[in-house]
Antibody
Framework: EVQLVQSGAEVKKSGESLVISCQAS????????IGWVRQKPGKGLEWMGI????????RYSPSFQGQVTVSADRSITTAYLQLSSLKASDTAIYYC??????????????WGQGTLVTVSA | EIVLTQSPGTLSLSPGERATLSCRAS???????LAWYQHKPGQVPRLLIY???SRATGIPDRFSGSGSGTDFTLTISRLEPDDFAVYYC????????FGQGTKLEIK
């Protein structure tokens, strides 16, 4: 069974940094892209970036390029999302999600449970 | 950059009725890379349709997708209480784009 288990909720102050983890199991971690999606309160889904764990190839949404860092550790089948210089506007739920193999359809077929990040001023 | 515009923003229907949700792309897109998701409050988004018309694993056949070019549709043939949620279309072509969502609410 494919599972993506994310790290727990975080409360941070403006200016701080944060790393969210996403541990994958039930499939060959290296063979599938993993992506990160943000949902601000009351808003829609926004794609942030993706990584291919086999070679750490990464792609970022232009909206998030330079603002976040996506990484992965194949040895522990875990992907990471690093957020730096947090602002109150970064308050959101952050989801990791697996992409279908080879990006054949470019769809997120399995999702983590989400990590709520709250940033106070 | 492709923009996906969903309509209506909110759709109010009763259980048993038919729901038709629209997703329009700002330019012609590949049907192979058009998907639909269901998202309920407090839950994880769920892949419903990929390749514009193929149902994901475990998705009941009352959900169907259609369309090509710039216009795509998600149809729920007979609404059940569990279907009331927000629905997003999504496209992939080097980058990923989500529509802004349609909220399907009980009338």
């Amino acid at each position: 069974e494919v599972q993506l288990v994310q790290s727990g909720a975080e409360v941070k102050k403006s200016g701080e940094s944060l790393v969210i983890s996403c541990q994958a199991s039930g499939y060959t971690f290296s063979s599938y892209w993993i992506g990160w999606v943000r949902q601000k309160p009351g808003k829609g889904l926004e794609w942030m970036g993706i990584i291919y764990p086999r070679d750490s190839d990464t792609r970022y949404s232009p909206s998030f390029q330079g603002q976040v860092t996506v990484s992965a550790d194949r040895s522990i089948t875990t992907a990471y999302l690093q957020l730096s210089s947090l602002k109150a506007s970064d308050t959101a739920i952050y989801y990791c999600a697996r992409l279908d193999q080879w990006l054949q359809h470019g769809v997120f077929d399995y999702w983590g449970q989400g990590t709520l990040v709250t940033v106070s001023a | 950059e492709i923009v996906l515009t969903q309509s209506p923003g909110t759709l109010s229907l009763s259980p048993g009725e038919r729901a038709t949700l629209s997703c329009r792309a700002s330019q012609t897109v590949s049907s192979s890379h058009l998907a639909w998701y269901q998202h309920k409050p407090g839950q994880v988004p769920r892949l419903l349709i990929y390749g514009a018309s193929s149902r994901a694993t475990g998705i009941p056949d009352r959900f169907s997708g259609s369309g090509s070019g710039t216009d795509f549709t998600l149809t729920i043939s007979r609404l059940e209480p569990d279907d009331f949620a927000v629905y997003y279309c999504q496209h992939y072509r080097s980058l990923f784009t989500f529509g802004q969502g349609t909220k399907l609410e009980i009338k």
